[in-house]
């Protein structure tokens, strides 16, 4: 296959950054999207040039590091599949493709395709876990849960924070990763100590962060390489509103 | 008090106001149709009607600052949300690609905006008669059978109409998410409803300035 890059090309936060254009030659469909990169790259440092900067890491898309906007979607025209699980088999000789990163205010780009996702983290450190006692490993089953309950929680838990939602919401906001969060745990009888607490410490610096609020677009679910349910914004709204009338802080 | 205020500060809670302050204006906007729809029966009727709603200053009154004090407060929380979610996206992309997003939420906040202008000139043509030639504050069919003689005046209200099917089709729609009413048992029932409501009150409002205009009645 023989493709045309647009890539956006930035060489620090405080540079302007511009689309630059790079043949690709020769990718083979059994590629990964990065692995076709990762050729690209290695054609540009041959003749001298920086090569393109872009996050990754297991490549199993399990980790959350890989991110970019393919043709204006957040990890590719591919349902359920982060960037480093798409194949070049998805796309067709002679494509053009857009190669932009993930853009929010609360994501800065560090250097091309690169972008800043600690304030994910910081979301994550004001209400994202559970008190537990510490000591020998508790008996296994020892809280009953039913297989339902487990399985929402389990389907919120599948997030990878990979920010995908955030570049995909047209307001940039971050209520998709916030609210896998909140339901993951707070669905569990060990997260429910802190549910009126988390709601109202994660949804406070989501929006310190300075991300967007949610307008019901749907864009983040269906950018979402786990597939996180709308349902979970419902359970962050429902757990807020309900924090907010009850808390006594 | 500082629990409402950190909550009026929050994007979700700002969300969950203009969710509830919507849902008041969709209460109204049922009532105030059917109420219209009293025109196809006979003047009387519609008279008889718009009398009743006068019988009280203070109930009236009542009404008119509800629905005044949720129109503010759903039209603040859009300001403010709509600076937050411009300001969060500093950067467009070069190619913008919708995947989920339906032409209603897209439009929503300039169809909002849209309403409200709407909005101000339909209470200065039918509730205080400024902008309306022969105006009555007691023949109220007389006030509609006038106006609607006119193309542009239906088309102009069909126009409004088109606006506000868009904004009922979303916005009863996520009236629900916003609430925290998402379980099974109403995901689909919430879609029906918001494609009803979308379709019928328009719709309904519309029969009026249609009829009389081809003069099925009047």
Redesign the interface.
């Given at each position: 296959m023989n493709l045309t890059l647009?890539v956006?090309r930035q060489a620090g936060p405080s540079e302007a950054g511009r689309?630059v254009t790079y043949d690709a030659p020769d990718v083979s469909p059994e590629m990964s999207f990065l692995e076709m990169l990762d050729v690209v790259n290695e054609r540009l440092i041959e003749r001298g040039q920086e090569p393109i900067a872009f996050d990754h890491d297991c490549r199993e898309g399990i980790c959350g590091s890989c991110s970019l906007?393919i043709?204006?979607?957040p990890h590719g025209p591919r349902r359920g599949t982060a960037t480093c699980q798409l194949h070049m088999r998805t796309f067709s000789d002679g494509d053009h493709i857009?190669i932009?990163p993930f853009?929010?205010?609360?994501f800065p780009i560090v250097r091309d395709l690169i972008v800043d996702r600690s304030a994910f983290d910081r979301i994550i450190q004001t209400g994202g876990f559970i008190g537990v006692s510490t000591g020998s490993a508790p008996d296994a089953n020892a809280i009953p849960i039913p297989k339902a309950v487990a399985d929402r929680s389990m389907d919120a838990a599948a997030c990878i924070g990979c920010g995908a939602c955030v570049a995909?919401?047209?307001?940039?906001?971050a209520m998709l990763f916030t609210a896998a969060k909140i339901s993951h745990l707070g669905l569990l009888p060990q997260g429910r100590p802190e549910r009126t607490k988390r709601a109202?410490a994660m949804?406070?610096r989501?929006?310190l962060e300075?991300?967007?609020?949610?307008?019901?677009?749907?864009?983040c679910?269906?950018?979402c390489p786990k597939e996180i349910p709308?349902?979970t914004?419902?359970?962050?709204?429902?757990?807020?509103?309900k924090a907010?009338?009850v808390?006594r802080d | 008090m500082k629990?409402l205020l950190?909550?009026y500060?929050?994007?979700?809670?700002?969300?969950?106001l203009m969710a509830v302050t919507g849902l008041v204006w969709v209460v109204f906007v049922i009532e105030h149709m059917a109420g219209n729809l009293l025109a196809l029966k006979s003047p009387e009727a519609i008279n008889r009607y718009a009398a009743f709603l006068k019988t009280s200053d203070e109930v009236l009154w009542t009404f008119r600052i509800g629905l005044f004090v949720a129109l503010v407060v759903h039209v603040d929380s859009m300001v403010k949300?709509t600076a937050?979610?411009w300001?969060?996206?500093?950067?467009?992309?070069?190619?913008?690609?919708?995947?989920?997003?339906s032409p209603a939420?897209?439009t929503?906040r300039w169809g909002g905006v849209f309403l409200l202008l709407w909005l101000v000139y339909h209470i200065l043509h039918f509730t205080t008669g400024h902008l309306h030639p022969d105006f009555s504050h007691t023949d109220v069919f007389n006030n509609v059978s006038v106006a609607f003689q006119s193309g542009g005046k239906v088309a102009s209200y069909a126009a409004a109409m088109v606006a506000l099917a868009f904004h009922l089709y979303?916005g009863v729609?996520?009236m629900?998410?916003?609430?925290?009413?998402?379980h099974p048992h109403v995901?689909k029932p919430r879609r029906w409803l918001a494609t009803a409501i979308a379709i019928l009150i328009p719709v309904g409002f519309l029969t009026v300035p249609f009829a009389i205009f081809f003069g099925i009645i009047g």
């Open positions: 647009h956006w689309l906007v043709n204006g979607v857009w932009e853009r929010a205010r609360a995909a919401c047209p307001n940039a906001s109202l949804v406070q989501m929006d300075h991300f967007g609020g949610c307008t019901n677009y749907g864009e679910h269906t950018a709308l349902e914004i419902a359970l962050l709204n429902r757990d807020y509103l907010s009338l808390s | 629990w950190r909550f500060r929050s994007s979700v809670g700002k969300k969950i949300l937050l979610n300001t969060s996206r500093p950067a467009r992309y070069a190619k913008v690609s919708y995947q989920a997003a939420a897209r929503m979303h729609w996520s629900f998410q916003t609430a925290g009413a998402n995901e």
